[in-house]
């Protein structure tokens, strides 16, 4: 089930001056279908990375990083489905720097100006050799108008492939953004990952786009969460090609703030896709958090409510089931929270219901109000904590019997 | 479902002198079933409780801080089921403390000297008429041999009534322990709740009593998750009575650590049972974490196994999905955890299998080998940090589609 959504069609998924994509059929873990993908980069492009937390990480993540910190310039990237390469050891490591040799061998560029991805199961050792033999034919197929093929190529578990494009006007010059990602169920640690790939055609000097690529992730990726589980391979990488010909040398560049909110738009398009294409998802549900004292503490209290399996199984009944939203808010990890401040809304379509405040069900609050809105596949539940200043957005959906017997039924 | 537990015979519940318990009907939310149960303790007893740290806790957990800080004798515990009396604002701490104050009138005490539980469904009014019109009827009902009735009645969506009951002896002195709880899925926040009640009959001083029933629940009730959600309503109370004639004025006393174990023993039995008749459970699974630098960090990588959802659902499945479990350690907030040094092993019915080491498959592992120990209804998850002398146990049941099918129904 995907819930409202649809991959855009090739032609809404804008080139990106300086980046051509190609995909190939390399057998990684299936037969007949396109599993490889390779972005070639023009010279002269940035490229900034932000990687997942979990400390069994991958090895192409370790070489990612390895790769990007090396002070080359990125030429490069190489993506593969079916296996992830993690839990794979010194051998790991050495079959994602092969790729990387391999790629470089074709593009005549050096095996460290190239980064490595990996998603698919994890503890399985990567076919570097069927990897190698099916590179020559994703070169072949490389173009700049080959977004949505590489967005296919791409998917695990993943039922629509997710991508966005948007343009934008600097001072009478297009900047292009598009980008693309993976994941269904944030995330699924076996058919492994979150991976998201955003390039702008804008120019954008080194320092500004790693701080750009991790504001990016904080506001996107960083706020869906469809299991709470955070995954080996998680990586997104921000590319700026600099071909537009408009260059933004820090934040206080006039149009940053444009360019920021374009980044920003995509990464977020691509998340919330994630979340509607999660695992037996049925519901999209925006968790909206104010009133906080900081992000941090309107986060935390987002991710209780996102995380808690009896509030998500309650959204799967269509259930306004407050009680179990109002211990999840209670349990968050927040100091000195006043319960007798705190107002909860759920809202749906336009309409938006007190259910909660001074600690309990709202005095205006009616049952049938609740179950009106819990009906529709878009619920917004609103949480004003009443002590500051600060908000934060979480995506998330409910927890079905489908998203159990898809996990369960998954290695079998 | 419930795994390999049953509600021990009624002889089996040995009374505790000093305490006598009491059921009736008092038709709080469902006709024809004992949902009120009353605890008459002699004067001269000693009571400590330990309560839940959601900041939406219940209104009886309010008057139990308050009456248990009051500083005159606890002399009755009054336990409702079908209503939790939570979210209920002013209203419910009027109805709690009246719930007090009618069974203190019965038992010829004052209002401050007794505890209130409510556990049922959140934001209803607590119906303190018919309990006050019911509590007459424990009162005639009350013996000390009534333990397993009691048991009973404080069941919400439990299916069976747990309870446990040991002897010890001291220098030729019998001291007895018994308790009982309720609980099905840790925790449960609309037919919310765990409640846990045990009482020996030895004599303890006020603040040793405080410390051991601090200690005892972070041993038993503190180490249990079915979903990770926290109730507003959870607590565990520990009365001694004295009557046995042997009295512990402080950790030091002679036997005292034998008694330590015996509650400890009784309490565990009591967590684990909530935890093997769990909301659709099917399989029973301890999560043993040692080699770590303190008992925290061992109960943090436990507790992020025992509450991963892929994890659960791969053990619903049997599937001994090792990239599941290595994920979830990886991301438990854990600093510095080098993953080269972990070792986990599964095991069931005696066998145990290294199934990973230095951060991959272990060298030796055959996936028939972990499938055949996954079958078992009862399986060890047992992880080596390798870096302390720490180490904690933590006890989970899988979650199955049964779980979501209770949890999404339940109010409909």
């Known amino acids: ?16 001056a300086g980046v051509r994509l190609g995909v190939a059929e390399a057998n990684i873990r299936k037969a007949n279908r396109r599993d490889l993908a390779l972005l070639a980069l023009e010279p002269g492009a940035t490229v900034a990375g932000v990687f997942t937390r979990n400390r069994f990480c991958a090895a ?4 990612c990083r390895e790769h990007l910190s090396g002070g080359r310039e990125i030429r490069a990237l190489v993506i593969n489905t079916g296996i992830a390469n993690a839990g794979s050891g010194d051998e790991g490591l050495r079959a994602a720097k092969e790729t990387c040799a391999a790629a470089g061998r074709l593009l005549g560029v050096g095996a460290e100006q190239v980064l490595p991805f990996s998603t698919g199961v994890i503890l399985e050792p990567l076919p570097v050799d069927r990897i190698a033999a099916a590179l020559p034919r994703c070169r072949d197929d490389l173009a700049p108008d080959r977004w949505h093929a590489a967005a296919h190529a791409i998917m695990t578990t993943d039922t629509v492939a997710k991508a966005a494009s948007r343009k934008i006007d600097i001072d009478g010059r297009t900047i292009t953004v598009t980008g693309m990602s993976k994941g269904a169920g944030m995330i699924h640690p076996n058919m492994a990952t979150m991976l998201g790939f955003i390039a702008t055609d804008a120019g954008v000097a080194a320092p500004l786009l790693s701080a750009l690529a991790r504001e990016t992730a904080d506001e996107s990726f960083n706020c869906i969460t469809v299991d709470g589980d955070t995954s080996t391979n998680d990586s997104f990488i921000l590319i700026a090609t600099g071909k537009s010909g408009v260059v933004f040398g820090d934040a206080s560049s006039p149009g940053y703030a444009r360019l920021r909110e374009a980044i920003a738009g995509v990464a977020l398009e691509l998340a919330q896709g994630m979340v509607r294409d999660g695992e037996g998802a049925t519901k999209f549900i925006t968790v909206a958090v104010e009133g906080g004292r900081d992000r941090e503490e309107c986060r935390a209290v987002g991710f209780a409510i996102g995380h808690s399996p009896l509030v998500k199984t309650a959204f799967f009944a269509s259930d306004p089931n407050l009680g179990r939203i109002l211990a999840a ?21 336009g309409e938006e219901v007190l259910v909660a405040e001074r600690g309990g069900r709202a005095a205006t609050y009616r049952e049938e109000d609740g179950v009106r809105v819990m009906r529709a596949e878009e619920i917004t539940v609103r949480v004003d904590l009443g002590r500051g200043p600060a908000s934060a957005r979480i995506y998330t959906c409910d927890l079905s019997c489908d998203y159990v017997k898809i996990n369960a039924d998954y290695r079998s």
């Open 1 to 16: 089930m995907t819930i409202n959504y649809a991959t855009p069609a090739p032609e809404k998924l804008f080139p990106v």
């Open 60 to 63: 192409p993540v370790h070489v």
């Open 329 to 349: 808010i209670g349990y968050a990890p927040v100091a000195a929270l006043d319960v007798d401040k705190i107002r909860v809304w759920l809202g749906s379509g």
